[in-house]
């Protein structure tokens, strides 16, 4: 799942007493770049920041007057329902007890390289199209029919949200225009030269009864429908909190008193790193955030390894085990490029995690179905005589000291041929690497091995082929000053210089101040080249 960062801190935290805005979004690192950097300046209007190429106006920067960013909110926004069709030809479906004729029966054609075209006949219903049934199968559907309800299908004006937020002044200006993004829903972070500093999760969401959705729901009658939608005013938010920031990282958006179902992907521990960071800092300045954006602290695995370290028979080990286990003891939890410990810790908890599900789960994982990462961590730290350590294949009856002895020598084993292979280092295991666009097999375009830390559940969430994908920090004020930085160039063309001429910056966690152009600066010599639209 794609993630992010950003946040707000407010002028009375910051040493220049301006707000602060910072934001990461996470996505699959690309070359050319999935963003297009630019600045867009008519009457009325002067806005600076990054867009998807060919899309209008700017999704992440700011004008003169606010700074905004943004992160998934990983809400849940859609749900399936299994439908009863009378026949194959689709056209009834058992609905409060009488066959009810669907809305409409749409043939879909997929044309096929070097093969027949594909034809699917898709039946529509109240609840939306009927994804699955026998004549176009997935690998859990088996035969059933399954429609979906999905807020994307409702119509929306996203890009007229985003052109608000261009030409915004304000707070309630920022508010009236996100007010009309409807999915996926995103979290909003606001900044303002007034001072003020804001954060909405926004979206249109489904109001659930509770656990409503988690599984896939019959449709026979009307109890498993959605009953209305959350109101807008009360989407979680918060506006100059006395705290002095706001933030978010994609983990849950409202404390367990919130009075709506919320179900979805969020993670955790990112979000605990950054507010702690936030909370102990004073005088606030640009370098502060940059450095937090790089912040390689693994707060996941500080949680984790002194309860594995706790169940780790030692007495066990031999002598290149017990080393090993001496690495990961005296670990610090940074993700930094050139240590050995967490490459072991990555192994030991996936092994461990292998250990855990592989028996009573293997059915799922062979259509790639897994538990988060989180989901192992946590139900050992509530309970650590958990069931599903047992091995149901052995007559034994495996513990947690078993199973995280067992997975650690497991560790060890693939710990010794990475050395012996030279990766196994963060970095060189980790093997940050921006492919091309078009795929992983044009190497020639990529830029692999990148020395980058960080890694899932890192502040720097940099991965293999995934993470920050801009990095932008806005100090805001009269002027706007801002500082960005993202893994590639602003040219598509391989044989230019500008292709990927801000990587290594990137990778060395380095910046650079944003050229805010102004009529002045329109013959100044650090123009490479302008291209004039003329009238005929």
Not at 210 to 218: E, F, R
Not at 247 to 260: E, L, V, W
Request: glycine content about 8%.
């Amino acid at each position: 799942a794609n993630g992010s960062n950003n946040w707000a801190v407010s002028g009375s935290r910051t040493k220049s007493g301006r707000p602060i805005l910072a934001n990461d979004p996470h996505l699959e690192l690309t070359l050319p770049s999935v963003w297009f950097e630019m600045q867009l300046t008519a009457p009325g209007l002067n806005v600076y920041g990054v867009s998807f190429p060919g899309c209008p106006g700017i999704t992440i920067g700011f004008n003169d007057h606010i700074a905004w960013g943004v992160t998934n909110a990983g809400r849940d926004v859609r749900d399936y329902f299994e439908v009863q069709f009378k026949d194959r030809t689709k056209t009834s479906y058992w609905f409060n007890n009488s066959w009810k004729k669907v809305d409409s029966l749409k043939i879909e054609s997929f044309q096929v390289k070097g093969g027949a075209t594909l034809y699917d006949t898709v039946a529509y219903i109240d609840q939306g199209p009927v994804m699955y049934d026998q004549d176009f199968e997935s690998r859990i559907s088996r035969g059933k029919a399954y429609a979906v309800r999905w807020i994307a299908h409702e119509p929306s004006n996203e890009m007229r949200a985003f052109l608000m937020l261009n030409h915004a002044k304000n707070y309630d200006e920022y508010l009236a225009a996100i007010k009309l993004f409807v999915c996926p829903a995103q979290n909003f972070a606001f900044a303002s030269v007034g001072g003020d500093i804001a954060l909405w999760q926004q979206g249109k969401f489904p109001a659930r009864w509770q656990q409503q959705g988690v599984y896939i729901m019959p449709y026979v009658d009307n109890r498993y429908t959605w009953q209305g939608y959350i109101p807008q005013a009360e989407n979680p938010h918060m506006l100059n909190p006395t705290r002095g920031y706001v933030s978010s990282a994609n983990q849950r958006s409202a404390a367990a008193d919130y009075p709506y179902f919320i179900p979805g992907d969020y993670d955790l521990y990112r979000g605990i790193r950054i507010n702690k960071q936030l909370e102990g800092m004073r005088s606030v300045t640009v370098e502060d955030m940059m450095k937090l954006q790089n912040d390689n602290y693994n707060t996941m695995a500080a949680t984790a390894m002194p309860l594995m370290l706790k169940h780790l028979q030692k007495s066990s080990l031999s002598g290149i085990e017990s080393a090993y286990a001496d690495t990961v003891s005296a670990w610090n939890y940074f993700s930094d490029p050139k240590m050995v410990a967490p490459t072991v810790f990555k192994i030991w908890y996936d092994s461990l995690e292998t250990f855990v599900w592989h028996d009573e789960l293997r059915p799922l994982h062979a259509i790639g179905f897994n538990p988060h990462e989180k989901t192992l961590i946590e139900a050992l730290l509530r309970d650590t005589s958990f069931p599903y350590i047992d091995d149901i294949n052995t007559k034994n009856k495996e513990t947690l000291t078993m199973a995280v002895t067992a997975s650690f020598k497991s560790a060890v084993t693939a710990m010794q041929q990475l050395a012996a292979k030279q990766y196994a280092t963060w970095g060189a295991y980790k093997n940050t690497t921006i492919y091309h666009l078009l795929g992983q097999d044009l190497t020639a375009f990529a830029r692999r091995g990148l020395p980058i830390g960080g890694g899932a559940h890192v502040v720097n969430a940099t991965q293999h082929n995934h993470g920050p994908s801009w990095k932008m920090v806005v100090e805001v004020g009269s002027p706007m000053q801002a500082w960005v930085i993202y893994p590639g160039g602003q040219s598509g063309n391989p044989g230019s210089k500008y292709y990927d001429n801000f990587v290594n910056d990137y990778a060395a966690g380095r910046y650079y101040k944003a050229w805010i152009m102004t009529d002045s600066d329109k013959n100044d010599k650090r123009i490479i080249s302008t291209l004039s639209f003329n009238k005929k």
